[in-house]
């Protein structure tokens, strides 16, 4: 099973970047499928949740209107467009897949906002 993150980097703030979770070894499809961040000395946080069938998703406080969730089932894929981000957006963030008590992670992407 292997889950990974892509497309992290540095922008500068109000900037944009598009993550990437592409998955492989397990029915990508039936999986609930959410991305989390963490900083340094905090608890990983949700940042945003799409169930196995797609739709809008569902999104913490500080990031609804800014971050955009989705999937693409054919290709074993869930990505996170980030909008609008700011210097507090900076974080390692990780794709996580669900389906009752199977769960896996990725290794993360660094994510930087910075002038």
């Known amino acids: 099973v292997q889950l990974v993150e892509s497309g992290g980097g540095l922008v500068q703030p109000g900037g944009s970047l598009r993550l990437s979770c592409a998955a492989s070894g397990f029915t990508f499809s039936s999986y609930t499928m959410s991305w989390y961040r963490q900083t340094p000395g905090k608890e990983r946080e949700l940042v945003a949740l799409?169930?196995?069938?797609?739709?809008?998703?569902n999104y913490a406080d500080s990031m609804k209107g800014r971050f955009a969730i989705s999937r693409d089932n054919a290709k074993n894929t869930v990505y996170l467009q980030m909008n609008s981000l700011k210097p507090e957006d900076t974080a390692v963030y990780y794709c996580?897949?669900?389906?009752?008590?199977?769960?896996?992670w990725g290794q993360g992407t660094q994510v930087t906002v910075s002038s």
């Open positions: 996580f897949a669900r389906r009752g008590l199977s769960t896996y």
């Open positions: 799409i169930s196995s069938a797609g739709g809008r998703g």
